[in-house]
């Protein structure tokens, strides 16, 4: 295949699952950030570099965030929000972190391309990304790509969406934004 012709199937293939992604739920992610006293963040592998970048985005806009996993995250506690991401529907860490997340009484958005899964049934909010997973891709395999890339790739576009909503939402300019990016690079 002719690299041009690989590239306009990547670009229509991401372009296809991300217009299927409910308006609705890209603003039901934006309130609930808007709401939460702070955001608390989990995925595994390629969905948590997402969901990282997507973390790092919302402390430019002065949100208190945190990546679970990382030695400086507090407690979670009512009040708080919980975003996680699995594209299957189910990891074990996930269920033990939204386990924990539920006994503390914090809300908690899921995506995944599987909200039929138990786990996504018991969030709060549900974004469905109708795309491959890795689970999808041994079975029914519907993307040219390898794995999870496409479901990661829409990921990826609707927190950065989300990203632009909140910035006007919470009245961020660039320039407020660029005065918390690190000065230690």
Do not use: C, W
């Amino acid at each position: 295949m002719q690299l041009t012709a690989l590239k306009q199937d990547v670009i229509t293939e991401l372009a296809a699952v991300y217009n299927q992604v409910k308006d609705e739920a890209i603003m039901n992610l934006v309130e609930e950030i808007v709401r939460a006293k702070r955001v608390f963040i989990y995925g595994l592998g390629r969905e948590r570099l997402m969901l990282q970048a997507f973390a790092m985005r919302l402390m430019h806009l002065g949100v208190q965030v945190y990546m679970v996993g990382d030695v400086t995250t507090p407690g979670i506690s009512e009040g708080d929000l919980f975003i996680t991401s699995s594209g299957t529907g189910h990891l074990s860490t996930v269920a033990a972190l939204q386990s924990i997340a539920q006994n503390a009484k914090a809300r908690i958005v899921f995506i995944t391309a599987h909200p039929e899964a138990p786990l996504p049934r018991a969030a709060d909010a549900v974004i469905k990304i109708p795309a491959q997973t890795m689970k999808d891709s041994s079975q029914n395999k519907t993307s040219r790509q390898p794995m999870g890339s496409l479901f990661e790739q829409a990921q990826l576009l609707l927190l950065d969406t989300a990203v632009i909503l909140l910035q006007e939402r919470l009245q961020q300019k660039d320039e407020d934004m660029e005065k918390r990016h690190t000065n230690l690079e």
